[in-house]
Nanobody, 118 residues
């Protein structure tokens, strides 16, 4: 059983920054990927960014150049630095742990709300 706990969401103005963190605990395999997904009301959950065990990253086109994903292997933690936030970034952000970035299944956190509004 894997537990994922997200933190760092909140309300921010357009152009501002937020940093999300996700801490994993429990029965974690030695090799895994971690990622961030988001779901806005009425929309499907979508990939925001993912980072592999080797540090390779991939991002949604809508966040490239603004968001940065990073991980701390020793602490089983992944972060998402979000800069130049836009109203369309408003969503519930979920952390996910899986075998690889492209794998199905995996474990999910409970989500954290990010609201970008003036």
């Amino acid at each position: 059983q894997v537990q994922l706990v997200e933190s760092g969401g909140g309300l921010e103005q357009p152009g501002g920054s937020l940093r999300l963190s996700c801490a994993a605990s429990g029965s974690i395999a030695s090799i895994y990927a971690m990622g961030w997904y988001r779901q806005a009301p009425g929309n499907q959950r979508e990939l925001v960014a993912c980072i592999s065990i080797g540090g390779s990253t991939n991002y949604a086109d809508s966040v490239k150049g603004r968001f940065t994903i990073s991980r701390d292997h020793g602490k089983n933690t992944v972060h998402l630095q979000m800069n130049d936030l836009k109203p369309e970034d408003t969503a519930v952000y979920y952390c996910r742990l899986a075998a690889t970035c492209g794998a199905r299944g995996g474990s999910w956190g409970q989500g954290t709300q990010v609201t970008v509004s003036s």
